[in-house]
Nanobody
Framework: QVQLVESGGGLVQPGGSLRLSCAAS????????IGWFRQAPGKGREGVSC????????KYADSVKGRFTISGDNAKNTVYLQMNSLKPEDTAVYYC??????????????????WGKGTLVTVSS
């Protein structure tokens, strides 16, 4: 099973930016896609963004459209989440996951094959 490691979280002021990375232990071609999720304190986990294994399809939750950008570097087995114009409500633990489902129905439907352990993003002044 592929292992995923997130990095890049931290404390940032409202309006600031962060770039998260999701590094895979091996090629993730056996999976349809890589998804980013987040879980805020006291709330359930929600889908944030998805990128297909080919990089040709991306999806975003309405709450982050226009602010977050997902991208991938297959040579490095790494997926990135560029987060701009951050808001306090973006505060959460962010997880990446290898998906056994395509991005086309994300975030409403997904099947997770493997989870990372998460990285904390705190947006506060």
């Amino acid at each position: 099973q592929v292992q995923l490691v997130e990095s890049g979280g931290g404390l940032v002021q409202p309006g600031g930016s962060l770039r998260l990375s999701c590094a895979a232990s091996r090629v993730t071609l056996n999976y349809y896609a890589i998804g980013w999720f987040r879980q805020a304190p006291g709330k359930g986990r929600e889908g944030v963004s998805c990128i297909s294994s080919s990089g040709g399809t991306t999806k975003y939750a309405d709450s982050v459209k226009g602010r977050f950008t997902i991208s991938g570097d297959n040579a490095k087995n790494t997926v990135y989440l560029q987060m701009n114009s951050l808001k306090p409500e973006d505060t959460a633990v962010y997880y990446c996951a290898a998906l056994n489902s395509p991005c086309t129905r994300y975030p409403g439907y997904y099947v997770v094959g493997a989870w990372g352990k998460g990285t904390l993003v705190t947006v506060s002044s």
